[in-house]
């Protein structure tokens, strides 16, 4: 079981940036693939970004070219730098833990509490 701390979250302005942190527990952080996600109110849970062990990373159309996912093994964390943020970004985001590079919720065992982004217009 690994262990995922969020943090980095907060109020924003539309256009502006924030890099949110996942820091993880265990000594095995680099063979997961880590990943975001992130679930608006009345809204399904939904892919954001993913990123392998070594490093290759893989994200969702709708944040691609603005957030960037990046992962640091010898610190056991995870980042995901957000650019150009937009009103509909707003949401809790997740980081988990996963098996595989996958978008799908259902292929990330372990998850974080999540942390608050508000993006206003």
């Known amino acids: 079981q690994v262990q995922l701390v969020e943090s980095g979250g907060g109020l924003v302005q539309a256009g502006g940036s924030l890099t949110l942190s996942c820091a993880t527990s265990?000594?095995?952080?680099?063979?997961?693939?880590m990943g975001w996600f992130r679930q608006a109110p009345g809204k399904e849970r939904e892919f954001v970004a993913a990123?392998?062990?070594?490093?290759?990373?893989y994200s969702a159309a709708s944040v691609k070219g603005r957030f960037t996912i990046s992962r640091d093994n010898a610190k056991n964390t995870v980042y995901l730098q957000m650019n150009s943020l937009k009103p509909e970004d707003t949401a809790i985001y997740y980081c988990a833990a996963g098996s595989r590079l996958s978008n799908s919720k259902y292929d990330y065992f372990d998850w974080g509490q999540g942390t608050q982004v508000t993006v206003s217009s």
């Open positions: 990123i392998t062990g070594t490093g290759s990373p």
């Open positions: 265990g000594r095995t952080f680099s063979v997961y693939v």
